[in-house]
């Protein structure tokens, strides 16, 4: 049963499996329509068809391509200009890579809980239309916890 009484579809690319399935349950679970992407080609794709895209959640370190998610996310705001962009990376952020975040952007280091996911697509007023209250705000997305 949703949680949100309005939220964002969000476009979620993510090569490793693991994180990909654990995030979309994340969003899902919190009303988010989600849509998957492993692969930058696949991710264009659905930001170039008639999908609802609100938020671009992308992994920085997208292997298929040059520039992976910071290539992804500069095309994606062409694309689509009103289009949030949340980061996430499990390898520290250089000061270069920041410089290369689409103005406005969200990052997230892995591995991050529900409650971080859920809170950052919340910091923007556009965004902010849901009620998160009472949700599993301490599952973690880390493989091998145990709570």
């Known amino acids: 049963m949703p949680i949100c009484r309005s939220a964002p579809s969000v476009l979620l690319v993510e090569d490793e499996l693991l994180v990909l399935m654990l995030t979309e ?11 998957t992407a492993s692969h930058v080609s696949e991710a264009l794709a659905l930001l170039r068809s008639n999908a609802e895209i609100d938020v671009l959640f992308t992994d920085i370190g997208l292997g298929d391509a040059a520039g992976g998610g910071l290539t992804l996310a500069r095309k994606a705001v062409r694309l689509r200009p ?24 969200r990052f997230l280091p892995k591995p991050y809980r529900t409650a971080e996911v ?19 705000a301490k599952r973690d997305l880390r493989p091998n916890h145990r709570p």
Do not use: N
Not at 25 to 35: K, V
Not at 118 to 136: C, I, N, P
């Open 25 to 35: 349950s994340i969003l899902m679970e919190a009303g988010c329509e989600t849509q």
């Open 82 to 105: 009103p289009i949030h962009v949340v980061y996430a990376s499990a390898r520290p952020v250089t000061e270069h890579m920041r410089s290369m975040f689409v103005e406005g952007s």
């Open 118 to 136: 859920l809170a950052t697509l919340e910091q923007w007023e556009d965004v902010k239309r849901h009620d998160y209250s009472g949700h599993e």
